[in-house]
């Protein structure tokens, strides 16, 4: 007899089945905040303007994750996080402007969960604030300081005149990771998801009762020739 042999333990390749993530957008969600001080969404005079929550569901139409056969991690198989486009030392130019200051309102990164907005460079005051729940997907925003509005013949710009983001600067980012650690991410851009509306001026007029201006038609009066 005779034998020879291969080896052909490399000739067996094993393919992953890996993690997947799909966001898709509600384009109708919003997130608004009224910078009106002292109403419902805030609460309390001085302090913060406004501030408002959104959930993962009501700003996504689509949502989906697949962890394939090595099933999910043991833990934190999703994470939800925040980008910034074009993030940098002196900030992004978020396209509001702080009403006190007509400074740009410039967008920072604080770490993975956090955004925020200051007027004119890294040491101004927070305009903004942004977060995300890094379980859930929830978005909060809050607004400490005014920004301007573009429309002078709407005083509370409630409605498509409310202040928004340049779009494509702020990404809400899911990130699903699996059982031997592969991981998927996908996102969304829900920078105009978020729209601040105007606190404009107001006034009122109230006729004081028994109020007269009288004039004398006689000659002589009210300084007229006789």
Same mark, same amino acid.
């Given at each position: ?18 993690p997947?993530v799909?966001?898709?957008?509600n ?8 910078e009106t ?6 609460l309390?005079?001085g302090?913060i ?8 569901a009501a ?8 962890f394939?056969?090595d099933g999910q991690a ?8 925040l ?12 396209g509001l402007?702080?009403?006190? %200051?007509?400074?740009n309102v410039?967008?920072?990164v &604080?770490?993975?969960?956090t955004?925020? #907005?200051k007027? +004119?460079? @890294?040491d ?8 995300i729940d890094d379980?859930?997907?929830?978005l909060?925003?809050?607004q400490d ?5 573009n429309?002078?013949?709407d005083?509370d ?7 928004m983001m340049?779009s494509?600067?702020?990404a ?10 592969d991981?998927?991410n996908?996102?969304?851009?829900v920078s ?11 006034? %009122?007029l ?6 007269? &201006? ?5 000659? #002589?009066?009210? +300084?007229? @020739?006789?």
């Open positions: 007899s005779a034998n020879d042999s291969v080896d052909v333990s490399q000739v067996i390749k094993l393919e992953d089945d890996g997947a799909n966001l898709v957008l384009d109708s969600a919003e997130l608004r905040l009224d001080d002292n109403d419902a969404d805030d309390a005079a302090g303007l406004a501030t408002n929550s959104l959930a993962a700003y996504l139409t689509t949502n989906d994750a697949s394939g056969t043991g833990a934190s198989p999703t994470v939800w996080s980008a910034l486009t074009g993030a940098n030392a002196a900030g992004v130019d978020s402007d702080d009403a006190a %200051t007509n400074g410039m967008l920072f &604080v770490n993975s969960t955004i925020v #907005g007027a +004119g460079d @890294p101004g005051p927070v305009v903004m604030s942004i977060t379980e859930t997907g929830e909060t925003v809050v300081r005014a920004v301007e509005h429309d002078p013949l005083h710009e409630d409605g498509l005149s409310s202040a340049n494509g600067l702020v809400a980012v899911r990130t699903v990771t699996d059982g031997d650690g991981s998927a996908d996102s969304v851009d105009q998801v978020i729209k601040l509306e105007d606190d404009g001026p107001d006034t %009122t109230d006729l004081k009762a028994g109020a007269e &201006v009288r004039v004398d038609e006689s000659l #002589g009066q009210n +300084g007229a @020739p006789e």
